[in-house]
Each structure stands twice: as structure tokens, then as C-alpha cells.
């Protein structure tokens, strides 16, 4: 008879289903652990600071307790003029970032230099402090490493940011925390694919540049531009602000909300915004009475699109 077909096949199928049981439990699978953070992760880690999600220090998400970017010009001790470098400040009771709170998520080599010639030991939550992304050896090899200038230079949050003027300070943390309320993800991606993509949309990121970065936020679904470099290829603040406030003044026939509720009330010189009369003189100009668009107003400093334009902006 026929049963020794039957036989076979389910031995086979046994040694399928056993053989791919074993690979599952026993072959060594890819731990986060152990991927070495890269530059890239460690400047974004460091400016996203703690989860841009729902937290206890910001549940309605308005960008509450995180760091800024602050572009140092002169040594805050000192006062003399230094080569310009990225300092992510942390005010006193900010929270820290997984980098700085669970630093085994770095990599065993980035691990090391922060703790030993980055001292990142010695950040103190309460106290706040400042970081700088710095590079050293590490068993003869280069790395970036977090170094701890409040602790290696004695540059307190404070002296720096009395020492910066408005315009180098970033609110990158605060605008990804935009991004993700706001919901850009559900068109735009953060994550330019292996494939033509990057000839256009720049190179994919690095498993590397995700240690400890909760949400990433890469999206899924694309129905518009990969922002992953935005800020490489449009970096113009003007043509942003027009297409943040109305995406219909540059792109007549775009899908993109208007954000223009994220200026809040009033605009950089303390004016109220009028946003009916905006809407009235848009409306002329879109059925052709008038020949220019009516004026976008300047944001003020604390509002909630210039941290969003920070963050896009900072997207390199
Ligand atoms: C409904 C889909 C949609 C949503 C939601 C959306 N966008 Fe867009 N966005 C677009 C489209 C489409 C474009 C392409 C240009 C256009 O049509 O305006 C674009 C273009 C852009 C660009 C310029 C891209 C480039 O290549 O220069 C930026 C920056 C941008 N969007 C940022 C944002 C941000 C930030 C948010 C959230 C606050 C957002 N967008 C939400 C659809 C969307």
C-alpha cells in the first residue's frame, strides 16, 4: 500500500518543524546590546532626550521637559571664542536620556570612554548638566563618546545658557515631541529605503543610530518626501514657514494640513495674530483678486512651530 509516502512526509515535516524550533531557540540571534552606537545616535539620543511619547513630565505632549541644543561660541568659563561645537543642556531636573540613564545601551567601547574620559558617572538628574559628543581611543581604535562637560570643564547649564544668544538655541527635543503629536509620520517616513530612495532621499540610517531612541518614529506608510535629511537638501526657514502655515502657498495642489494653529496667539513682536483676516486675503488671492499672498507672521520665540521647525531643521 501506499502509507510509506505518508511515512516520509511526516518525518519530513517533523524535522522541519523541529529543525526550525532549534534555530529559534538556540542560534544566536542579533541583540541591541551589542551593536556600538554611532555618532549619528548619540547626537540624536542626546538631543531627543528622555521618550518624546506620553510621559509623567509631559502627558499632553507640548514639549515639556527636555534638553536643548545649544550652539557654543565662547568657553561659558572663560569667555574666550572656541571652535563652535553642539552642547545639549540639561536644566536642572530634565530627565536624562537613555544614553545617560542605562549607558549599557551604548556599546561596550562608547560605554567605556563616556565613563571614564566623558564622566557621565557623575551626572546628577537634579543638577542638571551639559553634554558635548567627543572622540577618543578606545583598544586603538576612534570613537564617539558622551563626555560630561559639566563634570570635565565645569560648564554648568545655567552658564551656558546665559552665554548663548536665542538664535543658537535648538529645540529639538521639544519639536520631535511636536512630530509625533502633530502626526507627520502618517505621510512622512524617517527612514530612506536600500534601494533608488537615496539617491533622492539620502542614505539609510544605521542600526547604530537608534540606541535607546523610543519612539523612533519612522513611519510606514509614505505618501510624501522621507525627512530623514530634510535639512540637508531645504534648509530655507522662509520657504518652511510659508509651508507650515499653508503647504497651498508653495505647492499649489498639496495633500499636507496646514499647521498654521502651532504659531499660537501672537507672533515674534508680541502681535496678535489675526487668523480670519489671513483666511479672508488667502481666499482673495487664491481666486486670483490679488497678485501676493498675505504675509506669513514671524513665530514668536516660545511657540510651538519653532520648535517643530528646530527639529525638522535639524534633520541633516
Ligand atoms: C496628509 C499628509 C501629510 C502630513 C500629515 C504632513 N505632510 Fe509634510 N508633506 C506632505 C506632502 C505631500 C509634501 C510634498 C510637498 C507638498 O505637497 O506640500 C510634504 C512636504 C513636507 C516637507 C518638505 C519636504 C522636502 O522634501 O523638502 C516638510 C519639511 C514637511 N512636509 C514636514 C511635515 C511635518 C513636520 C509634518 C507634521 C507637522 C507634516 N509634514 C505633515 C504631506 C504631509
Not at 567605556?112 to 537634579?126: F, I, K, P, R, Y
Not at 519612539?215 to 520657504?239: C, Q, Y
Request: charged share 20%; aromatic share 12%.
Amino acid at each position: 500500500m501506499a502509507f510509506r509516502e505518508y511515512k516520509i512526509g511526516t518525518r519530513m515535516f517533523g524535522i522541519a518543524l523541529g529543525g526550525s524550533m532549534m534555530i529559534t531557540l538556540y542560534m544566536p540571534s542579533l541583540s541591541i546590546y551589542s551593536v556600538g552606537v554611532t555618532e549619528t545616535g548619540l547626537v540624536k539620543g542626546l538631543s531627543y532626550g528622555h521618550n518624546s511619547g506620553f510621559s509623567y513630565e509631559d502627558p499632553f505632549l507640548q514639549g515639556k521637559g527636555k534638553p536643548l541644543t545649544v550652539t557654543v561660541k565662547k568657553d561659558p568659563v572663560t569667555g574666550d571664542d572656541i571652535d563652535p561645537v553642539s552642547a545639549y543642556v540639561y536644566k536642572a531636573g530634565t530627565p536624562f536620556p537613555s544614553a545617560i540613564r542605562n549607558p549599557n545601551i551604548l556599546g561596550k567601547a562608547v560605554q567605556a570612554l563616556s565613563a571614564e574620559d566623558g564622566q557621565v558617572g557623575e551626572a546628577v538628574e537634579s543638577d542638571g548638566a551639559v553634554f558635548l559628543v567627543s572622540r577618543g581611543d578606545y583598544e586603538g581604535e576612534t570613537f564617539p563618546y558622551i563626555e560630561n562637560v559639566t563634570a570635565t570643564r565645569k560648564w554648568t547649564a545655567d552658564a551656558v545658557l546665559t552665554a548663548a544668544a536665542d538664535t543658537d538655541k535648538h529645540h529639538v527635543g521639544s519639536g520631535k515631541t511636536m512630530f509625533i503629536r502633530e502626526g507627520c509620520w502618517w505621510c512622512h517616513t524617517l527612514l530612506p529605503e536600500q534601494t533608488q530612495d537615496w539617491q533622492y532621499f539620502g542614505l539609510p540610517p544605521r542600526l547604530g543610530d537608534f540606541n535607546g531612541e523610543a519612539p523612533t518614529a519612522f513611519g510606514s506608510d509614505r505618501k510624501a518626501p522621507d525627512l530623514l535629511h530634510v535639512g540637508s537638501r531645504n534648509s530655507s526657514k522662509e520657504w518652511m514657514m510659508m509651508h507650515f502655515f499653508n503647504p497651498r502657498l508653495v505647492q499649489p495642489h498639496s495633500i499636507m494640513p496646514r499647521f498654521d494653529y502651532l504659531w499660537g496667539e501672537v507672533d515674534a513682536n508680541d502681535n496678535d495674530i489675526d487668523f480670519d483676516q489671513w483666511r479672508t486675503d488667502y481666499k482673495e488671492y487664491a481666486a486670483g483678486n490679488s497678485i501676493y499672498p498675505p504675509v506669513v507672521p514671524n513665530y514668536a520665540p516660545n511657540s510651538e512651530i519653532r520648535y517643530l521647525m528646530d527639529f525638522v531643521l535639524s534633520l541633516k
